[in-house]
């Protein structure tokens, strides 16, 4: 009922930028959290960073400073600005949304497809 599409993802050169950007479509009452995760080949699902809907964010400790989530309430979209990208941030980056449906009392958790990002030389 909540629908998350990401887009802003591809193939960078090491220390290079990219921005994600994530849109929640549907019968939206309220979006609580956003956030961005991301899986690497072999690897768990990681948090990479959080944001309330108040503004308040959360980052994971190896990522802040490099990574920058924002989000436009106005619009239901998170973003992901990445800076200084390594090799180890090639991965698959869901977009996250805790959310209430319309009709709903209660919040539930909602994913995107994912995006690509690779990061290479």
């Known amino acids: 009922q909540v629908h998350l599409v990401e887009s802003g993802g591809g193939l960078v050169q090491p220390g290079g930028s990219l921005r994600l950007s994530c849109v929640a479509s549907?019968?939206?009452?309220?979006?609580?959290?956003m956030g961005w995760y991301r899986q690497a080949p072999g690897k768990q699902r990681e948090l990479v960073a959080t944001?309330?809907?108040?503004?308040?964010?959360t980052y994971t400790d190896s990522l802040k400073g490099r990574f920058t989530i924002s989000r436009d309430n106005a619009k239901n979209m998170v973003y992901l600005q990445m800076d200084s990208l390594k090799r180890e941030d090639t991965a698959v980056y869901y977009c996250?949304?805790?959310?209430?449906?319309?009709?709903?009392?209660?919040?539930?958790?909602?994913w995107g497809q994912g995006t690509q990002v690779t990061v290479s030389s």
């Open positions: 549907g019968s939206i009452f309220s979006i609580n959290t």
């Open positions: 944001i309330a809907s108040g503004g308040p964010t």
């Open positions: 996250h949304a805790n959310a209430r449906v319309h009709v709903s009392y209660l919040a539930y958790d909602f």
